[in-house]
T-cell receptor, first 115, second 109 residues
Framework: KAGVTQTPRYLIKTRGQQVTLSCSPI?????VSWYQQTPGQGLQFLFE???????NKGNFPGRFSGRQFSNSRSEMNVSTLELGDSALYLC??????????????FGDGTRLSIL | QKEVEQNSGPLSVPEGAIASLNCTYS??????FFWYRQYSGKSPELIMF????GDKEDGRFTAQLNKASQYVSLLIRDSQPSDSATYLC?????????FGQGTRLTINP
């Protein structure tokens, strides 16, 4: 069974640009969550999608947005990139998410570098 | 107070010994607890999850949960050099997973 797939693996952008990251969950998983990981802040929750609806959102500015498609694939967008957005962006999927006791499985992440 | 706290380490343990990793959390309503292992440059990998008070064993790993004390731990028996990694404690809270900063574990041959 294929795991969570994130593309691209690496990305280099400059300040002011925007970026879109993609995540394909494990087959059958309908909940997709996004996290930002930096050395200073650790793993921080961005948002979670289930059945194409954003159910929960972390404390990030509106420049960070996402969406989920009918096949459960998800995209995350960051506009007007800042140097501080340099991080590893991780996507995690879980089976159902109707309860929140479902283990989440992570993809390999997209490492975003802002110059 | 941070929602999930872990000792950042580094924690150094000799090969073959028991490594003990600890985590405390602030939300008394949390019901689900997870341990992830993250190798340098890699993504987190789920090792254990526990929902009920007490111990849960899986091979060399044992997760322990004490909801009254708001404490969860991970024991690694017969530690191997391949266990050297950062271990992340995650707690379900406010309908999302909240992660600790992680404990860096080094197993010395």
């Amino acid at each position: 069974k294929a795991g969570v797939t994130q593309t691209p693996r690496y990305l280099i952008k400059t300040r002011g640009q925007q970026v879109t990251l993609s995540c394909s969950p494990i087959s059958g998983h309908r909940s997709v969550s996004w996290y930002q990981q930096t050395p200073g802040q650790g793993l921080q929750f961005l948002f979670e999608y289930f059945s194409e609806t954003q159910r929960n959102k972390g404390n990030f500015p509106g420049r960070f947005s996402g969406r989920q498609f009918s096949n459960s694939r998800s995209e995350m967008n960051v506009s007007t990139l800042e140097l501080g957005d340099s991080a590893l962006y991780l996507c995690a999927s879980s089976l159902d998410g109707r309860t929140y006791n479902q283990p989440q499985h992570f993809g390999d992440g997209t490492r975003l570098s802002i110059l | 107070q941070k929602e999930v706290e872990q000792n950042s380490g580094p924690l150094s343990v000799p090969e073959g010994a028991i490594a003990s990793l600890n985590c405390t959390y602030s939300d008394r309503g949390s019901q689900s607890f997870f341990w992830y292992r993250q190798y340098s440059g890699k993504s987190p990998e789920l090792i254990m999850f526990i929902y009920s008070n007490g111990d849960k064993e899986d091979g060399r790993f044992t997760a322990q949960l004490n909801k009254a004390s708001q404490y969860v731990s991970l024991l690694i028996r017969d530690s191997q050099p391949s266990d050297s990694a950062t271990y992340l404690c995650a707690v379900e809270g406010a309908q999302k997973l909240v992660f600790g900063q992680g404990t860096r574990l080094t197993i010395n041959p």
